[in-house]
């Protein structure tokens, strides 16, 4: 057990470190746990007294007792930082003004990255057709970017932003549009992978499914080229997954069928999407690529597993008001009051504890995995990415005024040199 006591004497920016390193902790780490209630107490106490100081300690206080750093976006926090960082009194200007440049530059090649994105998916056609369609091309983009923001990575975010509108787009398609009937028959059309077989199916339908062929077929051979291996099998099987999972749940709320929380955690991190972002992450980053890593891949072990349920969980908390107000009852927080009985406020505060075990799993695995370290760092990115697009909210769904600044001040805005922001101004732009 810990034994942790305040002394006459704080060190303020130590307290701090110790909290920060509390959440790289692995399950069953106790005194950790300890180490991060004992932390968040004293930090909490000082920036309530220091509230209206606005420093750069007290900036660093309240960013991390909002998110630590372990599980926030790397390009947000870059950004973040070198704000936060010409408020310090001693701060180096002539470093500030390096990051700055260096922001700036890697700016301009994601820039060309969306003007790709927003090239391709206007040449699919899709939104004039499915009108009902959530028009996410930047929010998508946003997740291959904080996924790996490094400017040699171009064809990986290109691509995964691409498979990412697919499945915006096909997930809207079972929430929104498609009759049960319709997106059985969508499911099996996928599950068999054959063009010639999609003729009972609406045109819109149509329209997706050879859009999604189009990609993974272009996809696929664009990485027989470069690695002398056949990757379709694999792409279509997980898509394949995924629209099962998408109908599973579409079947549960025309039945209107009440899962329990296990049955439903069990498809919800599945149908999440994290599972076909990583395994086509795996494929499109530069490695060593083995063939006798496919069958983990495949199965979806745990360094895909843990971060598609951390972002179950974080989606659900974030998601909860916005799809409780249209009706769909079929989320983790529901589905845990009614199989356990208890107030909502309780069914939250299972879930966030659930959260921070998994981050804890998460950890462990990827301290312990054997996958190439780029696969490790971009599945933990991608983690972090969910922590911080669904903080306030639903994030990837909801345009308001709050997720635009801060879409604008990554990828459109660069950081003026001579800019001086205070407290207040540095908390509008990246909070």
């Known amino acids: 057990m810990g034994n942790f006591k305040i002394s006459a004497s704080v060190d303020i920016e130590g307290i701090l470190s110790l909290y920060e390193a509390s959440f790289y902790s692995w399950e069953g780490e106790t005194i950790l746990d300890e180490a991060r209630d004992f932390a968040s107490k004293i930090l909490e106490k000082y920036s309530f007294k220091n509230k209206s100081e606005g420093n750069y300690l007290s900036l660093l206080i309240d960013h991390s007792l909002e998110i630590p750093l372990q599980w926030r976006a790397p390009r947000w926090e870059t950004q973040w930082f070198i704000h936060a960082y010409q408020t310090r009194k001693t701060m180096n200007p002539s470093l500030l003004d390096f990051a700055k440049l260096d922001f700036n530059i890697l700016q301009t090649i994601h820039q060309e990255d969306l003007k790709h994105g927003s090239w391709w998916w206007e040449k699919q056609g899709l939104l004039g057709r499915m009108n009902f369609v959530r028009d996410r091309l930047v929010e998508n983009f946003l997740w291959s970017l904080e996924t790996d923001s490094k400017p040699d990575f171009q064809f990986f975010r290109r691509n995964l932003t691409k498979a990412d509108c697919l499945l915006t787009t096909i997930d809207d398609m079972y929430e929104v549009r498609g009759t049960l009937k319709e997106l059985q028959l969508f499911t099996e059309a996928v599950d068999r992978w054959d063009p010639k077989t999609i003729d009972t199916l609406p045109e819109y339908m149509q329209l997706c499914f050879l859009s999604l062929y189009n990609f993974v077929n272009d996809l696929s051979f ?38 329990g929380y296990e049955e439903y955690m069990e498809i919800g991190w599945r149908s999440v999407a994290i599972p076909v972002m990583l395994v086509h992450t795996y494929f499109l980053i530069p490695h060593s690529f083995k063939t006798e890593e496919l069958p983990s891949i495949q199965e979806y072990c745990d360094m ?26 079929v989320k983790l927080i529901q589905c845990y009051m009614n199989e356990m009985g208890v107030s909502e406020d309780n069914a939250k505060a299972h879930i966030k504890s659930m959260l921070l075990l998994t981050w804890k799993k998460l950890n462990k695995e990827a301290h312990n995995s054997s996958f190439p370290q780029i696969f490790i760092d971009m599945a933990m990115n991608m983690s972090r990415t969910t922590m911080c697009m669904y903080n306030h909210g639903d994030g990837h769904t909801i345009q308001d005024s709050h997720m635009e600044t801060r879409v604008l001040s990554l990828i459109v805005h660069p950081i003026p040199y001579k800019e001086n922001l205070g407290a207040k101004e540095l908390k509008m732009v990246t909070h």
């Open 222 to 259: 664009e990485f027989l080229k470069m690695n002398s291996f056949y990757i379709a099998p694999y792409l279509m099987k997980l898509w394949a997954d995924i629209c099962k999972s998408y109908f599973k749940e579409a079947k549960w709320s025309h039945d209107g069928y009440k899962p």
């Open 304 to 329: 895909i597993r843990l971060p598609s349920i951390i972002t179950r969980l974080a989606n659900d908390l974030g998601c909860y008001e916005r799809e409780t107000e249209k009706g769909d009852t």
